[in-house]
C-alpha cells in the first residue's frame, strides 16, 4: 500500500469533539498565551462588568438602597468564515502518516487502517490548522491582497488605537538595543504607564509582556549578563520560561510572518492574558466541515476544514505598547 484512499469527514458534534476542541481547549489553549473562547453563540459577545463599585454601605434600616445596576460593557467579537485547505501528493502523504504512527506499538503498516489511522492523518492537519491560526491572530488583515487576510489580528488591532490615540505607546530605534539593559527600560516603562487597574490585575497571574524574538533574545542576553552561577547554568541549558517581577515574558513567536506585513517588525506589549480574544466557532453556520480524501486524477490526497474566527481586543486601557521606528 502506498496511499491512503479513505475519505474522512467531520460535522455536527464530530468536528467539535474530535477535531477542533482538543486544539482549542486545556494545554493547547495555553500555549497559545491569550483567551480562547470556542463556539460561543454568534454574533459572540463578550460581558464585560465593572466590578469597581463601591457597594459596602453602613446598616441603617430595612429597605434596599442598591442603587443603580452594575455598569455592564459588552464587545461584540467579528467572526469571518474561513477554509483552510491543504494537497500533498499521494506518496508524501503515506510517507508522512506513517513517521506519525511508526512508533505506536502493534501497528501493521501493511494494513494502515482503523483508528491509528484517522489520529495520524487528523493530528497531521490539526497541527498545520493550529499554527496557521496562532499566526492569524496576531498578522492578521483583511485588507491585505495576499497572506493572512483571513479575519483581523492584534497587530491590526493595536495599529488602529494607536493611531487613535487610545492606547499608551512609544518608539524605540535600533540603536537603542544595542544594549541589553535597555530591555528592563522597557518593560519599567509599559509598566509605569499602564493603567491602575492593569496594575492591579498583577496579582490575578494574568498579566504578561509580549514581545518579538529580537526582544526576547536581548532580555536573556541581559540575564546571562548576571554574575551568579544560576546564570551560568541558564545560559547553558536554556530557560523554558521568562518574566520579569513576576510577570510572564512571551515571545511571540513571529519570525517570518511578519516579514512580508506592514506591522511593526519589534514590539512589546504589556496587557492581561484575558484582554487578548481568539474567537472560534464550529457550530453556528451550516457547511461547517473537516474533510480529508484522495484524489485519484491528480494522486494527491486533499485535507479541508471550514469554520469561523476572530480575534478582538476588549479593553484597550488594558495595554500598554512599544514597538521599533
Not at 461584540?76 to 500533498?88: G, N
Not at 524605540?172 to 518593560?187: M, N, P, R, T
Not at 493603567?195 to 536573556?220: I, M, N, P
Not at 466557532?281 to 476572530?310: H, K, L
Request: aromatic residues 10%.
Amino acid at each position: 500500500m502506498t496511499y491512503l484512499e479513505n475519505a474522512k469527514q467531520y460535522t455536527g458534534s464530530e468536528l467539535e469533539t474530535v477535531f477542533f476542541r482538543p486544539m482549542l481547549t486545556g494545554e493547547s489553549a495555553r500555549e497559545l498565551g491569550v483567551r480562547v473562547l470556542y463556539n460561543m453563540p454568534t454574533p459572540t459577545h463578550v460581558q464585560l462588568w465593572d466590578g469597581q463599585r463601591n457597594i459596602l454601605q453602613k446598616y441603617t434600616a430595612a429597605g434596599w438602597s442598591g442603587g443603580a445596576a452594575a455598569a455592564k460593557f459588552e464587545k461584540t467579537i467579528d467572526l469571518r468564515r474561513v477554509k483552510a485547505e491543504m494537497s500533498f501528493s499521494a506518496a508524501d502523504y503515506f510517507s508522512m502518516v506513517c513517521e506519525k504512527i511508526a512508533s505506536v506499538t502493534n501497528v501493521h503498516l501493511e494494513d494502515l487502517t482503523g483508528t491509528e489511522l484517522e489520529k495520524a492523518e487528523t493530528a497531521l492537519f490539526r497541527q498545520a490548522l493550529a499554527e496557521n491560526l496562532r499566526a492569524t491572530m496576531w498578522v492578521g488583515d483583511t485588507s491585505a491582497e495576499t497572506g493572512y487576510n483571513t479575519f483581523d489580528g492584534f497587530l491590526k488591532l493595536i495599529g488602529e488605537l494607536v493611531a487613535e490615540e487610545s492606547v499608551y505607546h512609544n518608539t524605540y530605534q535600533d540603536a537603542d538595543l544595542a544594549s541589553a539593559e535597555k530591555i528592563v527600560e522597557f518593560f519599567d516603562e509599559l509598566w509605569t504607564n499602564a493603567d491602575t487597574r492593569t496594575q492591579d490585575l498583577k496579582a490575578d497571574g494574568q498579566l504578561a509582556y509580549f514581545l518579538t524574538s529580537d526582544l526576547c533574545h536581548l532580555y536573556e542576553k541581559y540575564l546571562d549578563a548576571k554574575g551568579a552561577d544560576a546564570a551560568y547554568a541558564d545560559a547553558v541549558n536554556g530557560r523554558p520560561m521568562l518574566s520579569y517581577h513576576g510577570i510572564p515574558v512571551i515571545d511571540v513567536r513571529l519570525g517570518g510572518y511578519l516579514a512580508p506585513t506592514s506591522f511593526d517588525k519589534s514590539f512589546c506589549m504589556l496587557t492581561d492574558r484575558r484582554n487578548l480574544v481568539l474567537a472560534v466557532n464550529t457550530a453556528d453556520m451550516p457547511g461547517n466541515e473537516v474533510r480529508m480524501w484522495y484524489n485519484p486524477d491528480e494522486m494527491e490526497n486533499r485535507q479541508r476544514a471550514v469554520f469561523m474566527a476572530g480575534c478582538a481586543i476588549l479593553d484597550e486601557s488594558l495595554v500598554t505598547y512599544l514597538h521599533k521606528q
